[in-house]
């Protein structure tokens, strides 16, 4: 497949994006503050080009730039635009505010928000704590802002809150089996993928934070958790998502099964935590019931 998107174009620094934004800013009386949001703040996350933009312009008017869009493009060429705010199929997350998803032509991912300025204070309150101001045209930030990703920071579970995860794994479990009982696949794989296996990588990052301290983020989806693993106990959870076909499944079903008792177990140790031995009664009725 060959898509021609003409000829390419180098992908401007952090430095041209940036300037290029706050240039917008002060040529333009109702744009008051622009805030960048986002791993672009924190200096915790390796930085590399393929990082999103994503900013909030705080703003007197916010369809003023709404009601006429021409003003995007002095941002680079647009390949592809969303408007989340103007979707009906996708109701947005934000209830206030209107935001642009743009891509370049030269490889840039920028995201604007427009938020009304009255609108300032509830912003920080609902801040995830990345955020660094970089136009303040009338100083009307008045706390000190310091981007900070200790929302994004393991946290170390309250003994009702383990026995939560084991539950709710070890009750999930019986649906994986029974889907693939039935020879229906894709019920069997959907509480698979979107709730047996977070549960057991929400217990294999408790099992890093009693190793390694609670202070610090396993990035998004726990994207850098083969940091804190051996190659072996990497590849071992990269082989649950081995799903290709009935038999497959059930092989990386029972995978994950074992290495949540795994975990689960070290994670009762560490925390000092009583052991509640769910899997001994649901793995006699996923057997009586659907293996035999």
Request: glycine share 6%; charged share 30%.
């Given at each position: 497949m060959n898509l021609d998107f003409g000829s390419e174009k180098t992908m401007r620094t952090e430095k041209e994006i940036l300037n290029l934004v706050s240039e917008f800013a002060y040529q333009r009386s109702n744009v008051k503050i622009i805030a960048l949001e986002g791993s672009?703040?924190?200096?915790?996350?390796?930085?590399?080009?393929?990082?999103?933009y994503d900013f909030a312009f705080f703003v007197?008017?916010?369809?003023?730039?709404?009601?006429?869009?021409?003003w995007l493009s002095l941002f680079g060429e647009?390949?592809?635009?969303?408007?989340?705010?103007?979707?009906?199929?996708?109701?947005?997350?934000?209830?206030?505010?209107?935001?642009?998803i743009m891509y370049f032509k030269d490889g840039i991912k920028m995201d604007i928000t427009l938020i009304n300025l009255k609108d300032l204070n509830r912003y920080f309150s609902d801040s995830d704590g990345l955020v660094k101001i970089l136009v303040d045209k009338d100083n009307l930030v008045t706390q000190e802002i310091v981007p900070d990703d200790s929302n994004y920071w393991l946290k170390k579970p309250t003994e009702r809150e383990f026995y939560d995860?084991?539950?709710e794994f070890w009750s999930v479990s019986t649906y994986v089996a029974k889907g693939v009982f039935r020879r229906e696949i894709l019920f069997a794989l959907d509480h698979f993928n979107n709730i047996l296996r977070p549960e057991l990588l929400?217990?294999?990052?408790?099992?890093?934070?009693?190793?390694?301290?609670?202070?610090?983020?396993?990035?998004?989806?726990?994207k850098f958790i083969n940091k804190y693993l051996t190659d072996k106990e990497f590849n071992m959870l990269l082989a649950t998502f081995e799903m290709n076909g009935y038999r497959k499944t059930y092989q990386s079903f029972k995978l994950c099964c074992e290495l949540f008792k795994y975990y689960s177990n070290k994670v009762s140790c560490l925390g000092n935590y009583n052991y509640p031995n769910y899997e001994k009664n649901i793995e006699n009725f996923i057997r009586n019931n659907y293996e035999n």
């Open positions: 672009r703040t924190n200096e915790n996350i390796k930085k590399d080009k393929f990082q999103d007197s008017d916010i369809e003023y730039f709404t009601h006429e869009e021409s647009l390949l592809f635009i969303q408007k989340p705010e103007d979707m009906e199929l996708f109701p947005p997350d934000l209830d206030y505010g209107y935001s642009y995860c084991c539950n929400r217990m294999i990052s408790w099992y890093i934070g009693f190793n390694r301290g609670f202070d610090f983020s396993l990035g998004k989806n726990y």
